[in-house]
Structures are given as structure tokens and as C-alpha cells.
């Protein structure tokens, strides 16, 4: 069975797959702010659409691409582009002055930012997709994109909430995980430990996602954590946790229920900072 089927699956259940997939349930069409981004430099994509006297209602809509420039330090600038087709919307960074491997770099975040389309059955119109891009660190020497968003599948009995980054090497033109910043047995020992400390929740979220976690085991999290971020083959699989790294600051998120808030965001701050 491939990852869509599973994925779909789980969706028309209601129930969560630990260590399968990363995307989890919401009670809304909204994403919720789990993380506060607030210094991140983004905006939101425009969308054009053709007049309705120039496009037929029986043709399907072209995908678009869309964006506002905005300029950052070291003479580099990005754009929030945007890719639709019918009930799919998925933001992604369009880099400039990002050097001779410009072009690679961009083909590199845009396929990562789309791979979420071979990993759901989008043809036919019964699967809704919207996803917001933010870029809270962009350098000469590293680019990140964090993805939220919701998948909606008809007759599901709730939207999908999704979370998923990407962390590209400019130098390189390659993606960077949790394993380039940290080690994955080290989180998930820190993730286990009371000195854990997670980012944008509290009261009783907190607690029920603390609850959760004294029934998973220290494999558990170490699996997950070797096999998180891009490169994967989305087609077969989708990683169970994501991370990047701002300011020093390590954040990766793990797969919790539905009622503890879909995904949890752990911060970790490394003693050499």
C-alpha cells in the first residue's frame, strides 16, 4: 500500500498515524499559530485569476505562480510564490542574488514545497489543499521555509493540519535535517526528559501532549527523528517530524493526537549558544 492510501485512510478514520506521517487533524479550515514567527521576513501570495468571460467553467484552471518581493540583508532577496490548481494553493521561496546556483536552489525548494502533491490523491477535485510558506532565516549560507497548512478530503471528518520545513545549504544546493544540527538520539532523550520545553502551547494542551508522551518510548523518537526532513520520496513516504534551526535555536516537531493538538513544536536551546 502506497503512503497516499495509508494517508487517505487515516484521514477518513479520524485517527493519527504515529511515525507514518506528520499531518494531523484540525476542527477548522485555519491553521492554528503554534509558532511564533513574528520576525520572520514573509507576506502573503496574491492570486491572480482570469476573468471569468476568458476561461470556460467546464476548463480547468492553469497553475499560477505569484508572488511580492521582499528584500534581506547580504543583497538577498526571496518572493512568496504561489502554485494553484482548482482546490490546491501551496506557497513556496523564489530566492534572487542567491549566487551561480541560483536556479538549482530554486527548482530544489519548489519541488520540496509541491512533494506534498505525491503524497495525496488530488485528481478529481475531492481533496483541498492550502498551505502558507514563512522564511525565518535566509543567508548566503542557508535558506528555510516552514509550511503549515490544512488538507481537507471529501467525506473526511475533519481537515488534515500540516506542518513541514525545509532547510537548503546555498553553498551546496542540498537539503539539511535534524542530523546536520543535532543528534537524533539526544532529542528524543531531551524530548522524554522534564527538562523538554515545547513552543506555542500551554494549560491543558500542554498537558495532554505531556501525557501522550509518557506512553512513547525512547526508539520511538529516535526513529522519527533519524527519518525526518527532505530528501525523501514523498510518493512512498512522508516523515513524522520536521525541523530548523533560528538563531542558534533548534526546533522540530513530533506527531501528536488530534485532541492534544495534531503536532507539537519542541524547542531546544544548545548549551554552546
Known amino acids: 500500500m502506497t503512503n497516499r492510501n495509508i494517508i487517505i485512510g487515516a484521514v477518513l478514520s479520524g485517527v493519527v498515524i504515529l511515525g507514518a506521517v506528520v499531518a494531523v487533524a484540525c476542527s477548522s479550515m485555519e491553521t492554528p499559530d503554534k509558532i511564533d514567527l513574528t520576525s520572520a521576513h514573509t507576506t502573503a501570495a496574491e492570486t491572480t485569476k482570469a476573468p471569468e468571460d476568458e476561461t470556460s467553467e467546464a476548463e480547468p484552471q492553469p497553475p499560477q505562480e505569484t508572488g511580492i518581493t521582499l528584500i534581506t540583508g547580504e543583497n538577498l532577496s526571496y518572493e512568496i510564490a504561489t502554485y494553484t490548481k482548482d482546490t490546491i494553493s501551496i506557497q513556496y521561496p523564489v530566492l534572487s542574488n542567491a549566487g ?98 515545547f513552543e506555542g502551547i500551554s494549560g491543558s494542551q500542554l498537558s495532554a501532549v505531556l501525557e501522550e508522551r509518557k506512553q512513547m518510548e525512547l526508539s520511538y523518537y529516535t526513529q522519527i527523528f533519524e527519518e525526518a526532513d527532505f530528501p525523501f520520496d514523498a510518493s512512498q513516504t512522508w516523515p513524522s517530524s520536521f525541523c530548523y534551526e533560528k538563531q542558534g535555536e533548534i526546533y522540530f516537531s513530533i506527531p501528536v493526537s488530534h485532541a492534544a493538538g495534531d503536532y507539537a513544536i519542541v524547542k531546544f536551546i544548545p548549551e554552546t549558544k
Open 100 to 197: 551561480s546556483q541560483e536556479a538549482q536552489i530554486n527548482q530544489l525548494l519548489k519541488e520540496n514545497a509541491l512533494s506534498l502533491l505525491k503524497a495525496y490523491d488530488t485528481e478529481g477535485g475531492n481533496t483541498s489543499i492550502t498551505v502558507k510558506c514563512q522564511v525565518p532565516t535566509l543567508t548566503k549560507k542557508r535558506a528555510t521555509a516552514i509550511y503549515t497548512g490544512t488538507v481537507s478530503v471529501k467525506g473526511a471528518a475533519h481537515p488534515v493540519n500540516l506542518f513541514y520545513t525545509n532547510t537548503v545549504d546555498l553553498s551546496a544546493c542540498k537539503d539539511l535535517g535534524l542530523k546536520d544540527f543535532t543528534d537524533p538520539y539526544t532529542m528524543a532523550g531531551y524530548v522524554l526528559s522534564d527538562d523538554v520545553q
